[in-house]
């Protein structure tokens, strides 16, 4: 299983990201894909996710600014994004996509997410 992020850079606060990550290597017919994101020196934390039946998840802090979503090309089904808004300098983070399923986590690289005036 591999998985492969991009997106993420430096931001002025109140600006806007687009994060994807893809997923390959294997057929995840059940699975949640998603991100989570550690400042530094802080733990990880989960940010958002979605299952394959669209059940989305948000942290509280991002609720109402950050939405997933899933790609529904056939081509890139296991594809979704991560579409942050209004971002603020505590969004400052490593982002980390990952995938569960079958009963394990597996992790992409990390981006980093930098809000800064």
């Known amino acids: 299983v591999q998985l492969q992020a991009s997106g993420g850079g430096l931001v002025q606060p109140g600006g806007s990201l687009r994060l994807s990550c893809a997923a390959s290597?294997?057929?995840?017919?059940?699975?949640?894909m998603g991100w989570y994101r550690q400042a530094l020196g802080k733990q990880r934390d989960p940010v958002a996710s979605?299952?394959?039946?669209?059940?989305?998840?948000?942290?509280d802090s991002v609720k109402g600014r950050f939405a997933i979503s899933r790609d529904n090309a056939k081509t890139r089904e296991y594809t979704v994004y991560l579409q942050m808004n209004g971002l603020k300098p505590e969004d400052t983070a490593v982002y980390y996509c990952?995938?569960?399923?079958?009963?394990?986590?597996?992790w992409g690289q990390g981006t980093q997410v930098t809000v800064s005036s």
């Open positions: 990952f995938i569960f399923t079958s009963g394990r986590f597996y």
């Open positions: 290597g294997s057929n995840f017919s059940t699975r949640t």
């Open positions: 979605i299952t394959s039946g669209e059940t989305t998840f948000y942290a």
